[in-house]
């Protein structure tokens, strides 16, 4: 009797945790931070010296996608590896000449390594399909390869920390066309601070640091578009300059 009701106590907590979008543990004890004796002057944790490191991002060296995978997954620079259950590096086609760039993987591309299988992932298919898109002929990565935990938006730093990935990583892809999924992929690729309803819908110029410039159009994230739908017909007229922007590029 007692063991169903601390079983049923327990089933109400992780339920909880879960509707407040705590689903990943980062100890194997639970801190009570309450009980915690106050920290003495003396038992404060110095700085560790380190030998000095080098400078140069691992990102940098990089001269093929394999080599940037093996980076990516050596990198231990970005805490969010720690959480996440796998590295989410690429989708689709790498020789397509179309590239989209989100945000950060959710639980279900946590899972499978991949990005935007998800709720929001099954609305860019239909995206995509409505004009003629598909994974065979689009490649699609994100700013951020590892799970924030509990979707927590990623942090300035660590976007920071993992910009020079996705940036060596259209580099070596070359689309002819990019496309950034949301104000995040958006801000942070464009440079700008602006919100995403000023930096959609307009061509850009993406400058790569080997030279290139790369035609890029900001949209919607999917993830908004499930939250509101109004805003599908903005995303759908994208996509229509994305398809004749394609075509101008084929002839
Ligand atoms: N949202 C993103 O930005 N990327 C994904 O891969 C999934 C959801």
């Not at 590896?81 to 397509?96: C, E, T, Y």
């Not at 409505?130 to 509990?150: A, E, F, H, K, Q």
């Not at 002819?176 to 949301?182: A, E």
């Amino acid at each position: 009797m007692v063991a169903d009701m601390e079983t049923k106590t327990l089933l109400h907590l992780l339920d909880w945790y879960q509707s407040n979008g705590i689903n990943s543990v980062l100890h194997d004890q639970p801190r009570n931070r309450l009980k915690e004796e106050p920290v003495q002057e003396n038992q404060i944790p110095q700085p560790i010296l380190r030998a000095p490191v080098s400078h140069e991002h691992p990102a940098l060296a990089c001269q093929t996608l394999q080599q940037l995978k093996h980076a990516m997954l050596d990198f231990e620079g970005c805490d969010l590896k720690q959480s996440a259950m796998n590295l989410v590096f690429s989708d689709g086609n790498p020789k397509a000449p179309i590239m989209l760039v989100g945000e950060a993987p959710g639980a279900d591309e946590d899972r499978q390594g991949l990005p935007f299988v998800g709720q929001s992932g099954q609305l860019l298919d239909k995206v995509l399909k409505s004009v003629g898109l598909d994974r065979t002929n689009t490649y699609i990565s994100n700013i951020i390869p590892w799970r924030p935990p509990g979707n927590r938006p990623p942090t300035t730093q660590e976007i920071a920390l993992c910009q020079p990935f996705i940036q060596k990583h259209i580099e070596l892809v070359q689309p002819k066309i990019l496309v950034f999924l949301g104000g995040v992929a958006a801000k942070t690729l464009l440079n700008s601070n602006d919100g995403i309803m000023r930096l959609r819908g307009i061509w850009r110029d993406y400058a790569t640091h080997d030279g290139l410039a790369i035609k890029a159009l900001a949209t919607f994230h999917p993830a908004y578009l499930l939250r509101s739908p109004g805003q599908k017909a903005l995303v759908w007229q994208d996509f229509l300059k994305v398809e004749e922007m394609l075509k101008s590029n084929m002839k």
